[in-house]
């Protein structure tokens, strides 16, 4: 029989008009304002001075006035320099279907409510972020809803923007723009998927994006500045070289300058390198596979071979993480929310203390496995 009236599984999602387009508005009133960052000394009344407002347009009790500056840090979120920023973001996550619940994850939405695109600006989530970027340029930019889209065009402005202020990592944002420029003359412009208005926009702000990765200049240390590069002892920089993660990091600062060189071909740099991504077994099965790597075990062969056989371990600083209790996805060092929003009578003590509580299971989470949780 046909039902003329609303569905009562219906979410009742309402819809309010942003400058960036048409939003839901329970994503408007979730999307962290990281406009107003307070600095840690006298950040208790500060932050009280910002959070109370705002709590009470989202319908949550006035007990927050009374808190101590201990309980206000776990709801507040704490930059890479130590600053503090309000309000801790984190995301939902519909895991299975039920017979009331259809699970959907937007995932224009949950990179809002994950704050993205300001994450790029701190060291420790830039990687991850980059990373995540990348997948969705090379494998999944042809199924990203205009929402998604949007917003991965907007964390790449942000990434132009912090390469440009911090000089680092100047390589990766011209390997995300040569990626995104091959993907769009090959399968999309002249056969637009969607908004022929707003890949237009996205032609435009790519030119942006692209204008500003020409401006960037590495500026040279001042004459009076020591010591130089030069002038570090070479104990030093075969400790610098040791932690580095990567053969083509490697590889590059070898050619900074004959020190330099000299260090990066070392034996134990390899090894190292070799231990920090394989295991024992791993490395063992791999030079008794090749008789050439017995006879004369040459680490930086042994790595190249483990590198095409297992691919290389995926190291970040920080990473997205999954509560198995409530489903909610949070960035790990702001700590987990688990607040249950379907108990109305939950008071801001019992939040408080189901973020304490050591009963708490989560795990971390990597690019691909972000992207598994959504229909693409």
Known sequence: MPIFSKDWRDPGDKWVKT?????????VCCTPLTDVVVSVRGATNALRNYIVPRCQ??????AQESMEAEELGLLSRRGSRGELMVPQPYCRIYTRNTKEVAGFNGLGETLKKLDFINAVHDIRRFRYICKL???????????????????????????????????QNVHVLQHLLQELRKRLEDYLWGNKLGSAILWEQHSRR????????TTIKIQQPGDDMHP??????????????KRLDNHNDIRA?????????????EKSIWRLLCRFHWTPAQIEHVILMH???????????????????YGLREEYAEKLCLCRNCSCMFWETYGHPCRNDTDPSATIEDHLEEVKSDSIIYISITPQQFLKYFHL
């Open 206 to 213: 790519l030119q942006d994006i692209h204008a500003i990765a």
């Open 291 to 309: 008789k050439e790597l017995q006879v004369q075990k040459n680490w930086r062969k042994v790595y190249d071979r483990l590198r095409r056989t």
């Open 228 to 241: 130089t590069l030069q002038e570090v002892p070479e104990e030093c920089i075969r400790e610098i070289l």
């Open 253 to 265: 600062a070898g050619e900074a300058y004959s020190l330099m060189a000299k260090v990066s071909e």
């Open 133 to 167: 970027m990348d997948l969705l340029i090379t494998q999944k930019l042809s199924t990203l809803s205009g929402g998604a889209q949007k917003m991965l065009f907007g964390m790449l402005e942000e990434v132009a923007y912090e390469v440009t202020s911090s000089q």
């Open 19 to 27: 400058d960036g387009g048409w939003e839901k508005e329970k994503v």
């Open 57 to 62: 347009t989202l319908n949550v009790t006035d």
